[in-house]
């Protein structure tokens, strides 16, 4: 069998039939991922295959460091045509590492280039790509129809204006570029010398005075409209765990207070303040019809030295040793009795928690809507075969994988699209596989509505779009 062939990953006849008759050709919705307003509202075109390669991709990054590669060539002040040669010198080396499956798709479907990348291949593939590039189809409204993604959500903090996503939505492009609402920064009361800064900037885009709580609350309260009125459907938090400690209005206020003034929270006060903004958020998702997502587990920032060279989102988090299940706990609970409990997205990132996370989901779904909670798919260290494998059957040996949302990039870079294809190829082997088997029914189109349901159709209901 040919490498990266057509039947990549699909190991069974009903695999296969699954894969190519039907998810290959669903659309896509990319409900979260970190792709750049800005670039999309231009149109951007990118100058040379290093610039939409390798530019603000960690999980190369961090290869690149382990194959012994010096930093200049990856972050640092080599010309893009050098950064490129060490990522080729690299990537020989990622054998059974997803990164090696991704660059290659991405070379096939992107420039439709075959050649395995090494340093002998590097001079071809970057002249055949960088003519590519130079297509009138090859820039970001042209990968968005070529992919047919149907939606987009970004990711945006409150106190970032919205002009760019006005801005799509006045140009014609088909492609809904939706914001989402991430207002992590709202909860930085042990840190006055970055919350100060960040509630300058949210009181300019509110066009308020924020002095006490109630005003930041009003101030959020605001954004979270404005976001509704530019197509949010969800929101989305990033956390180590859920804070877990409940916290009156008085003592929120005064721990406000103090840090406005620039006296830092302690670990206590920051977990009270935490819990008791997260309840808040919580209760506007609900009204509002929205999707919270969660998103626990990374331990972000370890290498002191590598954050403070490079900042952040640059290579240095890993997978957290947190304790999850009683502090998510505490929250969903204190949502769910409030009747206050939106639909929600569980996303962990230690394997350790993927029981744990299926099966909470279960003991907060309420009738009222379908899958109202989900265990997400696999998650940045996550989202490789192994993983998703690992997802599947948490999901669905305890809870409806026939309700499961599906697949999302949570990626920086508009080459990531295939990332659903990788996913779709794995869910349909899954299948496939265990019908062939004998394990499942012998039943192709219940197999093939579970499939497109995974892949296109839960995801246009359960967020609502419009699609």
């Known amino acids: 069998m040919a490498y990266l062939d057509e039947n990549f990953l699909l190991h069974s006849p009903t695999a296969r039939r699954l894969f190519h008759e039907v998810a290959k050709d669903q659309p896509i919705i990319d409900y979260h991922c970190h792709l750049s307003p800005g670039e999309i509202a231009t149109n951007h075109r990118w100058g040379n295959l290093a610039e939409i390669w390798l530019g603000g991709d960690h999980y190369k990054w961090r290869l690149m460091r ?23 010198e690299t990537v020989p080396f990622t054998l059974r590492n997803p990164i090696h499956h991704w660059t290659h798709i991405e070379l096939q479907r992107y420039f439709g280039i075959d050649l395995m990348l090494t340093p002998d291949t590097a001079d071809e593939i970057w002249e055949r790509c960088n003519e590519k590039l130079q297509e009138p189809e090859f820039c970001v409204h042209g990968i968005l129809k070529q992919f047919d993604v149907r939606v987009v959500g970004t990711t945006d903090d409150p106190a970032d204006p919205l002009d760019d996503h006005l801005a799509i939505a006045a140009s014609g492009l088909k492609t809904l570029v939706v914001p989402t609402f991430r207002p992590d920064k709202a909860l930085l009361v042990d840190r006055p010398d970055l919350l100060g800064p960040w509630l ?33 459907r969800l929101s989305d938090h990033g956390m180590d765990r859920m804070p877990a400690l409940p916290c009156s209005d008085e ?45 626990l587990g990374a331990a972000r920032n370890t290498n002191s030295r590598g954050f403070q060279l490079l900042g952040p989102d640059t290579g240095y988090d890993t997978i957290g040793d947190f304790r999850q299940g009683s502090a998510l706990l505490t929250y969903l609970d204190a949502l769910a009795k409030n009747d206050a409990l939106p639909k929600i997205v569980l996303y962990n990132l230690n394997p350790a928690d993927n029981y744990l996370f299926a099966c909470m989901t279960g003991a907060f779904q309420d009738g009222t809507f379908p899958g109202k909670i989900q265990y997400g798919s696999g998650w940045w260290f996550l989202d490789q075969k192994n993983g998703m494998e690992l997802q599947l059957d948490a999901l669905s040996a305890t809870g409806l994988l026939s309700r499961f949302v599906g697949m999302l990039t949570d990626s920086r870079s508009f080459l990531s ?4 294809e990788y996913f779709r190829r794995i869910l349909c082997n899954l299948l496939g596989s265990e019908a062939d088997r004998g394990e499942l029914p012998d039943d192709f189109e219940q197999l093939a509505n ?12 359960h967020f609502g779009f419009d699609v």
Request: glycine share 8%; hydrophobic share 45%; proline share 3%.
């Open 417 to 420: 699209f295939p990332r659903h």
């Open 450 to 461: 579970l499939v497109r349901s995974i892949c296109f159709g839960n995801a246009k209901r």
């Open 200 to 232: 300058g900037r949210l009181e300019q885009i509110a066009d308020t005075h924020i002095v006490h709580l109630s005003d930041l609350l009003a101030a959020l309260q605001k954004r979270h409209d404005d976001f509704h009125a530019a197509g949010a």
């Open 66 to 88: 382990a194959n012994g590669i010096d930093e200049d060539l990856i972050t640092g002040g080599a010309t893009p045509r050098e950064k490129f040669q060490a990522w080729a």
């Open 251 to 295: 003592e929120a206020a005064m721990i406000f207070d103090n840090a406005r003034a620039g006296r830092a929270a302690t670990p206590e006060q920051k977990e009270k303040f935490s819990f008791y903004l997260m309840v808040f958020f919580g209760q506007l998702d609900a009204a509002r019809g929205w999707t919270k997502q969660l998103h």
